[in-house]
DNA sequence: TAAAAGTTTCAGAAATATTTGAAAGTATAA
DNA sequence: TTATACTTTCAAATATTTCTGAAACTTTTA
């Protein structure tokens, strides 16, 4: 196989990956683009690379730059503007899992601490209730705790913990 | 709070969740549904309760047989099929983990192990994009392996694994 | 066998999400 | 200051996903 139709190929499994995970498809592109190619891009590079529109690249590298993984480089001399990603794989996957906690875990157990307070007649149902949605809560906290390990401890940590599994 | 407003919230949480991991809105509300209910229920029932139409409940639940997280109940003397989903939250957490490494880990695998295979004139230029998609194919491979145990394990083996942590 | 009770399917409708491109905005250079 | 080079915004267009409901299908009962 061509570096070229590797390169596409990995673009686009980033891209499908992406979108069932919540993170939209153009995203993932981009990302899986910057990861790519060592020099940074301009917007002008990744619209003529990826066929995108100079508004959806934009929205979309911003969206990237909010998650923390896509940085801007100004270039001396250069007026335009340049982005890049980090390639180290580790870096992205704990910056991933921190926002990722951040805008999904969080909200979910706002939820499941606030329904704890539910009462009513029928105290057997009750009891019932705040079973269920206690057990996902304790796992939930669990969770939560092991992904904040990770996205705090060093690539060391990791490999430690795979050989005690 | 009432605990039907608990409950309401709950469904509604639930869903919103479920969107913003790949899981359609409506087959995770079904799901926190049956969560919430001792006895099995009828389409008919989540139907109305959660004002759906019949097609709609049909394909989610279905879905939801596929995933393995529920189950038809035949009751004796009753012709209606009735659906219902276990309480044990490990066991959840276990099963659509098993799900997920199959439908979305699985697949990433295979490009990235795929485009290792990648050659061309530029042998600097083929090196570094091995370089990068063999890091990340390394990190899913541990990953992946997390999983499988994870989702083969009982749960003793995470309450002791939490406590190496 | 026919009617009744239930389930499944799927084409089209509705709702959501994404993308475009042109206009407005901003910063730098002349 | 004005022209130029670039970035940002956002309303409208497009694409995708989800949902509906009626018709087709299946199974059970009379």
Redesign the interface.
Known sequence: ???????N??IE??G??G????INKAMAQIHALL??S?ESLSMEDIMEQLQMSRGNVNMNLRALMDWGIVKKDLRVGERKEFFSTG?D??EL?RQVSKERRR??IE??LN??Q??Q????E?KK??A??K???G??L??SL?ID??IE?FSKSDQNWFYK??T??
Do not use: C, H, Q, Y
């Open positions: 196989m061509e570096l070229s139709e590797a390169k190929k990995f499994a980033w499908t990956l979108s069932s995970w919540g990861l790519l060592n390639k794989v580790w996957a805008r999904e909200p979910i939820v499941l606030n329904v307070g539910a009462s009513g029928n149902a009750v019932e209730f079973k269920v949605t057990d996902l304790n796992f669990k705790g092991i390990k913990l795979l005690k599994l």
